[in-house]
């Protein structure tokens, strides 16, 4: 791990970049941000990339920042990895870029995540099955499973509701069950040297969830997306008994702000002795094989 890491007091996993500052706002993209702003109950303003970095810095807390590819699932044109590698480079004493390639572009996606990975060095991918509308077990994601498998690094996929689309019509066409965790369990199974972040507390399935990660070692469990004192009890009941070292913070900002979602988790029944190692000792881990 960088020294300037050790300094930092946390380590957010799930960091949203929503706003590009090289392409206007896709007005598709506008809709579901304003739906989401409803369910949230949160400022409709989404910072830039540049004030995404100085909020964390003001804060010393170290992030993950990423888009979401979802071209093919909703028609939103994405925001380049690239943007957020570049910026990723320039800030490494706090942030780190994990890359989103929709799954449809097969073995051109498979392409360009080596590409992001050697050129300009993302550090793990994100995958959100409900809004790229496919099923993460599908072969047609196996190419991109391949190359991440091949670089033993970390990918995040997002698991339970879908706070994104929630009261627009339709639900916005986004399909809620891709976003059931035991659909991931066949890639933590033929793909073991992926370190799967199984998003948010799950609900509606977060006993599938807490399931996978009691039974394989490459998976893991961020909290974003909840307010802790909102988390189903087991989610509490596991991390204080057999899976602290699987739990990792993460707020979902800018829905949801990291110091909000630490307030909260302080009070929330976690034993004491977990506070370093959730918030950031087990991120720095599986970031940086860090003991």
């Known amino acids: 791990m960088d020294?300037?890491?050790?300094?930092?007091?946390?380590?957010?996993?799930h960091v949203h970049a929503e706003h590009s500052c090289r392409q206007p706002l896709d007005p598709i993209q506008a809709e579901f941000?304003?739906?989401?702003?409803?369910?949230?109950?949160?400022?409709?303003?989404?910072?830039?990339?540049?004030?995404?970095?100085?909020?964390?810095?003001?804060?010393?807390?170290?992030?993950?920042?990423f888009t979401v590819d979802m071209e093919a699932g909703t028609g939103i044109k994405r925001i380049?990895?690239?943007?957020?590698?570049?910026?990723?480079?320039?800030?490494?004493?706090?942030?780190r870029a994990f890359a989103s390639i929709d799954p449809h572009k097969g073995k051109a996606g498979?392409?360009?995540?080596?590409?992001?990975?050697?050129e300009y060095g993302?550090?793990?991918?994100?995958?959100?099955?409900?809004l790229q509308n496919f099923d993460p077990g599908d072969r047609m994601a196996w190419p991109l499973y391949e190359v991440i498998d091949h670089y033993g690094l970390p990918a995040i996929f997002h698991t339970g509701h879908s706070g994104m689309g929630t009261g627009m019509p339709g639900g916005g066409g986004i399909r809620l069950?891709?976003?059931?965790?035991?659909?991931?369990?066949?890639?933590?199974?033929?793909?073991?040297?992926?370190?799967?972040?199984?998003?948010?507390?799950?609900?509606?399935?977060?006993?599938?969830?807490?399931?996978?990660?009691?039974h394989k070692p490459n998976v893991f469990i961020d909290l974003s997306g909840w307010s802790p004192k909102?988390?189903?009890?087991?989610?509490?009941?596991?991390?204080?008994?057999?899976?602290?070292?699987?739990?990792?913070?993460?707020?979902?900002?800018?829905?949801?702000?990291?110091?909000?979602?630490?307030?909260?988790?302080?009070?929330?029944?976690?034993?004491?002795?977990?506070?370093?190692?959730i918030l950031k000792g087990n991120a720095a881990k599986l970031l940086f094989g860090a003991a």
């Open 80 to 95: 380049a990895n690239e943007e957020i590698a570049e910026a990723a480079a320039e800030n490494r004493d706090i942030m």
């Open 110 to 118: 498979a392409l360009e995540a080596r590409k992001l990975i050697e």
């Open 230 to 277: 909102y988390f189903p009890p087991q989610i509490v009941r596991y991390a204080n008994s057999q899976l602290g070292h699987k739990f990792l913070f993460g707020s979902d900002f800018p829905l949801i702000p990291p110091d909000k979602w630490i307030s909260a988790f302080d009070s929330a029944g976690f034993k004491p002795e977990l506070r370093e190692p």
């Open 3 to 13: 020294a300037d890491w050790d300094e930092l007091i946390a380590i957010d996993i």
């Open 33 to 65: 941000e304003e739906a989401a702003s409803i369910y949230f109950k949160t400022d409709a303003k989404r910072p830039s990339i540049p004030e995404t970095i100085a909020y964390y810095r003001e804060r010393r807390i170290g992030f993950v920042l």
């Open 122 to 130: 993302v550090a793990g991918f994100k995958f959100h099955p409900p």
């Open 177 to 214: 069950k891709y976003g059931q965790p035991i659909l991931v369990d066949d890639v933590a199974v033929d793909f073991p040297n992926i370190k799967i972040i199984l998003a948010h507390p799950s609900w509606p399935w977060t006993d599938e969830a807490l399931s996978m990660a009691l």
